[in-house]
């Protein structure tokens, strides 16, 4: 028995292996192995309002985040029986855009180009190719570019929400990306061109069911409400399962994927199998130009796909932007007073389609089910790579399976991460914060800032600290106040750490200690000093890299004297681990 393996595939997003087992001239076995950890981010949802469940699921990936906020939102819009007016949906489609426009140029170019022009990735490429390399490389920036504006952050952006938006793009922006999409026309039409001409090998081929949304209206699309399959079947939205079933597979952290008992494929040659028909414009005219039974058939032909919808998108942003331009007033967010109900949302990652399904009860999340798109490739794509490995087997060719394998699942553009839905747990140490304190201590002298509030109970541990500390000689300690008349010091001391005390609340038991990134706190604690117009003006990026925050988790910070005994009792604590 000898076994044929990529136990580390290159060029593709996360970790996995593909391997074939191979007894004589009989490919007994491949297994698409991904490595990327247990399903938990499921789990993480369960008990938060509708609104933090849609900020947690994106957190599953940062290359597909907008689809899965995308299909979040529509899911709990669905549970909660909110209707967005024209506008929303409008933004919402142009958002999507600019993830697919950025997905597809990255994998395109970056990750699958590679294999059929002779070269191991894209900086060799370059040598050949940096036209192609550079402009690429600017198109991807404009996917993100879109992502930013409709999005806040072209990852894990927050603008979106249940319901709108917290802010519409200005008129300006909207004109200039209108006026980009179409000036990048002749390099889309030239991607379309070169990924539709390439020469595919024709193993392996085969049929397969392809799945995808079914947008309203009979349109090409990246939405809908409906999931249509290429034998004609339609399915509801609400009776996804009946499509995926999914299931447990030993060597996977995935779950795979059977409609009926037999595998299937999702992506964009799926949507072009099911939907190129309706494809318009220079996108239809290359659709009929191109689009053949091989197709229907080799999974490598998913390249060609990806390219005809970048194509898509560049033709439609324009037409989408003219509409929001013509729309009324920016539409304000649609509130809604629903505590229970259930929904499905239904939408096409780059990768393919993507369910998100949530019930909630007594206005919190009960019930969570993702069900990604390389989840659901995962059976096709051991399928295709035992197609592969037995035809080349018994051409004679056993050298050139490794190498076709990791092709044909490079041609899935599979995304580990989304199909794990990883998420590790560690359990920190007891009494953490000292390991951390002492290693500060040991690769630079830190200083020392006292922050709080007098006459507010627990406010005022840190300035306490920071006075406790100066009485016994120990150097560069500084109280809050002092901070504006000591500019030089920062200016000197470019590399040493920075830690300020202070009282934090974690909801933890009072007096308990923790010692945390600056930065970290300042993105999720609101600060009442005046440490934060300091940090903005005085510390470069460096400097603020290398700030921490120990906190002591107060009783109260009511007015008042007097400081808890807890919190007493943690200050007696921190001052032993700073003087030693």
């Known amino acids: ?201 024709r193993c392996p081929e085969d049929d397969t069911v392809y799945v995808c949304c079914n947008p309203a209206q009979n349109k090409y699309g990246l939405a809908g409400d409906k999931i249509i399959l290429s034998t004609r079947e339609i399915i509801n939205k609400e009776d996804y399962k009946s499509l995926t079933n999914e299931f447990v597979v030993s060597h996977s952290f995935a779950k795979s994927s059977r409609y009926k008992g037999k595998s299937y494929s999702v992506g964009a040659l799926a949507r072009i199998n099911n939907l190129g028909e309706r494809l318009e414009g220079k996108a239809g005219k290359m659709y009929q130009k191109y689009f053949n039974s091989h197709w229907k058939r080799n999974p490598l032909l998913n390249n060609a796909a990806q390219a005809l919808e970048i194509l898509f998108c560049f033709e439609s942003i324009p037409k989408i932007v003219d509409k929001l331009i013509k729309c009324p007033e920016d539409s304000p967010i649609v509130d809604y007073t629903a505590k229970e109900g259930k929904g499905t949302g239904i939408v096409e990652a780059p990768r393919g389609l993507l369910i998100h399904h949530y019930e909630i009860n007594n206005g919190l999340v009960s019930n969570t089910d993702i069900i990604t798109p390389t989840a659901q490739n995962a059976e096709d794509i051991e399928k295709y790579c035992h197609i592969a490995a037995q035809k080349l087997l018994y051409r004679g060719e056993e050298n050139n399976i490794r190498d076709r394998m990791a092709l044909v699942v490079r041609a899935y553009d599979p995304c580990f991460s989304c199909s794990s839905h990883m998420a590790e747990v560690k359990k920190a140490p007891s009494e953490d914060w000292k390991t951390k304190l002492a290693s500060l201590k040991k690769e630079g002298s830190p200083i020392f800032i006292g922050l709080g509030k007098r006459n507010r109970s627990d ?70 000093h005046r440490m934060s117009p300091f940090i903005s003006q005085r510390l470069n990026y460096k400097q603020l890299k290398n700030s921490f925050v120990l906190g002591i988790q107060p009783e109260t910070v009511k007015e008042g004297r007097k400081v808890s005994i807890f919190a007493r009792q943690a200050l007696v604590e921190v001052f032993k681990q700073i003087v030693e």
């Open 1 to 201: 028995m000898k076994r044929i393996s990529v136990d580390l595939l290159a060029r593709v997003e996360g970790k996995g292996g593909i391997s074939a087992a191979i007894d004589g001239n009989i490919v007994t076995d491949v297994k698409f192995s991904i490595f990327e950890g247990p399903r938990l981010v499921e789990r993480l949802t369960i008990g938060k309002t509708p609104e933090e469940g849609v900020n947690i699921a994106p957190r599953i990936c940062a290359i597909c985040s907008i689809s899965h906020k995308y299909a979040a939102i529509r899911a709990m819009e669905n549970a909660l029986s909110v209707k967005v007016p024209a506008k929303i949906s409008l933004l919402r489609e142009l958002m999507h855009m600019g993830e697919m426009i950025e997905s597809h140029s990255l994998h395109l170019y970056y990750l699958a180009l590679p294999d059929y022009v002779g070269f191991p990735n894209a900086i060799a490429m370059a040598s050949k190719f940096d036209l192609e390399v550079k402009i690429a490389l600017e198109m991807k920036e404009f996917g993100n570019h879109i992502m930013k504006t409709a999005s806040g952050r072209f990852i894990h952006g927050e603008n979106p929400v249940i319901g709108g938006f917290g802010k519409f793009p200005s008129l300006e922006e909207l004109i200039w990306i209108k006026s980009r999409a179409i000036q990048f026309m002749p390099f889309v039409l030239k991607t379309a061109t070169l990924f539709c001409e390439l020469d595919y090998p």
């Open 459 to 528: 406010d005022q541990v840190g300035m306490k600290l920071a006075l406790e500390l100066m009485k016994h000689g120990v150097k560069d300690v500084f109280l809050e106040s002092e901070l504006e008349r000591k500019k030089a010091l920062w200016k000197k001391n470019m590399d040493r750490p920075f830690i300020f005390f202070d009282a934090l609340d974690f909801r933890e038991k009072p007096g308990k200690v923790t010692l945390l990134p600056l930065q970290y706190v300042l993105s999720n604690c609101t600060l009442s």
